[in-house]
């Protein structure tokens, strides 16, 4: 039985798609759905409610922060986890800053980005 709702956020295809099934292989994950960019989570989140948003930091237009902190607003039951490539501290504190539960590198082992997931649920 699947208990942990997941909406992906990456504005590159190929990053959710694999993401997405590793994500599935775990008993416990959905992922409900995946978005391209941080307008377009914002309204996925809206529309699904989903218990966990994994939010790419770095996206043209909406980036991370603007969209973790759009998401926080309208849904505020909502856990995010940030993924980034290469953030420095102050990105990282605005994240925090913003709303987000977990900040985590791209390059961690999978098992702790999916820890993380496991514990902002």
């Known amino acids: 039985m699947k208990e ?45 409610t989903p218990r966990v948003v994994v939010m790419d930091m770095a996206m043209p237009g909406l980036d991370g922060v603007q969209a973790t902190r759009a998401v926080r607003e309208a849904c505020p039951d909502v856990a995010v986890v940030c993924l980034t490539a290469s953030a420095n501290v102050r990105e990282i504190d605005a994240l925090y800053e913003a709303g987000a539960v977990a900040c985590l590198s791209k390059d961690q082992e999978l098992d702790e980005i999916v820890q993380a997931i496991r514990d902002a649920a």
């Open 4 to 48: 942990i709702t997941v909406l992906l956020v990456d504005d590159h295809q190929l990053v959710r798609k694999g993401f997405r099934r590793i994500l599935e292989d775990d008993p416990e994950i959905q992922v409900i759905g995946e978005a391209g960019s941080g307008v377009d989570a914002i309204q996925m989140a809206e529309k699904f």
